[in-house]
């Protein structure tokens, strides 16, 4: 029974009536052994081309794998900067239950321990419930073992006595800018005040 293959682009056959297969490529009389040199070559091309594509496949699995890594690690890097970032932001965020009264006296209150305030750094001591009454001024000492707290005023916006504040790090403030130009007193407002005094 007569049979026909095909491997590397070339077809092989037994079939001697097939004519269509060149002669090199038919297991048939003197062109068996032609045939079999042809077909051990077809064949090694076609391990080496398959052991080619693995490789290829198993290097671009492995750049996959190192890049998902990297990606992976870069990624856990990130959340863990984030994470730090956070909890340091936190450092510079508390909160008192402590009896103040928004005048420009040296303040001292109890917030939470362990927090990062340093000499020297300023801060906004504002009222929970309304922020607009506020103590603005700069830190003089921190306890990170008992949380006491002391702030000297520097500005004060707002009256009354507190006893729930939200304490923030807050930047130097800037020079108060140049005074705008006087406004020019409006025609009918000059008529207005010469008619009635």
Not at 6 to 23: C, E, L, R
Not at 41 to 58: C, E, K
Not at 66 to 82: G, V, Y
């Amino acid at each position: 029974m007569a049979f026909s293959f095909t491997i590397n682009g070339h077809t092989y056959t037994s079939d001697p009536t097939n004519t269509v297969v060149p002669a090199a490529y038919h297991f048939d009389g003197y062109h068996y052994i032609q045939a079999l040199g042809n077909l051990a070559v077809d064949f090694v091309a076609v391990v080496a081309s398959a052991l080619s594509d693995a490789a290829a496949s198993a290097a671009a699995s492995a750049g996959s794998a190192t890049n998902a890594d990297a990606a992976r690690i870069a990624a856990e890097a990130a959340q863990a900067a984030a994470e730090a970032a956070a909890d340091a932001a936190q450092g510079f965020i508390s909160t008192s239950v402590t009896n103040l009264t928004i005048d420009m006296d040296p303040k001292t209150l109890t917030v939470q321990t362990l927090e990062l305030y340093r000499n020297g750094q300023f801060v906004t001591i504002a009222s929970t419930a309304d922020p607009q009454n506020y103590i603005y001024g700069q830190v003089d000492a921190y306890d990170q073992n008992t949380g006491i707290l002391n702030v000297n005023p520097v500005s004060t916006n707002g009256a009354g006595t507190f006893a729930d504040w939200d304490i923030s790090l807050a930047g130097i403030r800037g020079a108060p800018g140049l005074q705008g130009l006087p406004g020019v007193a409006s025609p009918y407002l000059l008529a207005y005040i010469a008619a009635h005094g």
